[in-house]
């Protein structure tokens, strides 16, 4: 599901939209956002399995109550499965956080992607030719100046500030522990031949585990949400420079242009949310 949704009803959008937006948060905050999104199949892929959605609310106190959810997921499985489990998690967590009426976003967030890893894991039983399907997810709540980042898998969150670029998530796969044991270097973990096996997905467990996380935000901040089909294929410096250089609706072409020029052997999915004002 690659779309832009109100909470009065589902709005199908182009692949690519801009969007600005206002919000008057609880705590006195304002929020102005510029948002661009963009998925592409790669250059030796045959279909996407990723899938990626934002949600704003129309309603100003659900707005300053729940904030706007993005979410990217990067699906795997044969038969299309991979690209059922991603749309799964995409319109589970784009449903569920928002009907959930807890205050605390963290714990809204976790259980939906709780709910999302239950529908996929049960979804995939029922159908032999979807056993094993599952899905990486990211994904950023934007309340006031923070931003509350949950995932699961290898598709990132990245924080762009002050001139530097940080990954915000941590990789659930094989070659980020080696990184974290020490036994391998981010330069080698990122051509090794097991980078893409990933530790920890929705739906191949009927439990899972979610790291969340939260960050504060300033005026000209930006947050990036992609699948490794971006993430290993350009380095933080282009990643960094891109965003920088240019508005959402543009650099989200330019970072996707990048990863195919770099080879494209994956899918390609990234939202940017450019953080104007906040005050």
Same mark, same amino acid.
Request: net charge negative; glycine share 8%; proline share 2%.
């Given at each position: 599901?690659?779309?832009?949704?109100?909470?009065?009803?589902?709005?199908?959008?182009?692949?690519?939209?801009?969007?600005?937006?206002?919000?008057?948060?609880?705590?006195?905050?304002?929020?102005?956002?510029?948002?661009?999104?963009?998925?592409?199949?790669?250059?030796?892929?045959?279909?996407?399995?990723?899938?990626?959605?934002?949600?704003?609310?129309?309603?100003?106190?659900?707005?300053?109550?729940?904030?706007?959810?993005?979410?990217?997921?990067?699906?795997?499985?044969?038969?299309?499965?991979?690209?059922?489990?991603?749309?799964?998690?995409?319109?589970?967590?784009?449903?569920?956080?928002? =009907?959930?009426?807890?205050?605390?976003?963290?714990?809204?967030?976790?259980?939906?992607?709780?709910?999302?890893?239950?529908?996929?894991?049960?979804?995939?039983?029922?159908?032999?030719?979807?056993?094993?399907?599952?899905?990486?997810?990211?994904?950023?709540?934007?309340?006031?100046?923070?931003?509350?980042?949950?995932?699961?898998?290898?598709?990132?969150?990245?924080?762009?500030?002050?001139?530097?670029?940080?990954?915000?998530?941590?990789?659930?796969?094989?070659?980020?522990?080696?990184?974290?044991?020490?036994?391998?270097?981010?330069?080698?973990?990122?051509?090794?031949?097991?980078?893409?096996?990933?530790?920890?997905?929705?739906?191949? =467990?009927?439990?899972?585990?979610?790291?969340?996380?939260?960050?504060?935000?300033?005026?000209?901040?930006?947050?990036?949400?992609?699948?490794?089909?971006?993430?290993?294929?350009?380095?933080?410096?282009?990643?960094?420079?891109?965003?920088?250089?240019?508005?959402?609706?543009?650099?989200?072409?330019?970072?996707?242009?990048?990863?195919?020029?770099?080879?494209?052997?994956?899918?390609?999915?990234?939202?940017?949310?450019?953080?104007?004002?906040?005050?």
């Amino acid at each position: 599901m690659q779309c832009g949704i109100s909470l009065d009803f589902w709005e199908p959008v182009s692949i690519l939209r801009a969007i600005n937006y206002w919000e008057k948060s609880a705590l006195g905050k304002q929020l102005r956002l510029d948002v661009a999104q963009l998925t592409d199949v790669g250059r030796k892929r045959d279909h996407n399995e990723d899938n990626m959605a934002y949600v704003i609310p129309k309603d100003p106190q659900v707005m300053s109550k729940k904030g706007a959810l993005f979410i990217v997921a990067d699906g795997m499985g044969g038969h299309a499965a991979g690209e059922v489990a991603s749309e799964i998690a995409v319109d589970t967590v784009s449903s569920i956080y928002y =009907q959930d009426g807890n205050d605390d976003v963290a714990a809204s967030l976790l259980s939906a992607i709780k709910r999302a890893n239950t529908s996929i894991h049960q979804r995939a039983a029922e159908n032999m030719s979807r056993s094993g399907m599952g899905t990486t997810c990211v994904a950023a709540v934007l309340r006031g100046n923070v931003a509350y980042i949950a995932n699961v898998g290898d598709s990132r969150a990245y924080l762009v500030s002050g001139g530097q670029v940080r990954q915000v998530s941590q990789d659930h796969s094989w070659v980020a522990e080696q990184v974290r044991a020490g036994l391998l270097t981010e330069e080698q973990a990122r051509t090794h031949a097991q980078r893409n096996v990933i530790t920890r997905s929705l739906g191949t =467990q009927p439990d899972v585990e979610v790291d969340v996380f939260s960050e504060q935000l300033e005026e000209d901040d930006s947050l990036i949400l992609c699948t490794d089909g971006l993430s290993g294929l350009i380095s933080d410096a282009d990643l960094q420079r891109i965003v920088a250089q240019f508005v959402p609706q543009e650099s989200v072409y330019h970072l996707v242009e990048r990863a195919n020029e770099n080879g494209g052997p994956d899918n390609i999915t990234a939202i940017v949310v450019h953080v104007e004002e906040v005050g």
